[in-house]
């Protein structure tokens, strides 16, 4: 059975956003990463400005510490 091109296109924006979502969250780890680094905030502030919980933030860095990071 064909389905024609509308369900590839559907599929191709589909890998496409998913890609582009997994760049920005890569991205902001990063830039949290570095913030917690510097050690100019607190984690309630970083999670605030990354628009995160700070569980969620509290749990990056508990990552990166097991990382060796």
Request: hydrophobic residues 40%; charged residues 30%; contains cysteine.
């Amino acid at each position: 059975m064909y389905m024609g091109g509308a369900l590839i296109e559907t599929e191709a924006r589909r890998i496409l956003n998913s890609g582009r979502n997994e760049g920005r969250n890569e991205g902001k780890r990063e830039v949290i990463e570095g913030l917690v680094k510097m050690g100019k905030l607190t984690i309630e502030e970083i999670a605030e400005c990354a628009n995160l919980s700070v569980a969620e933030v509290k749990q990056l860095v508990e990552s990166w510490m097991t990382q060796g990071k």
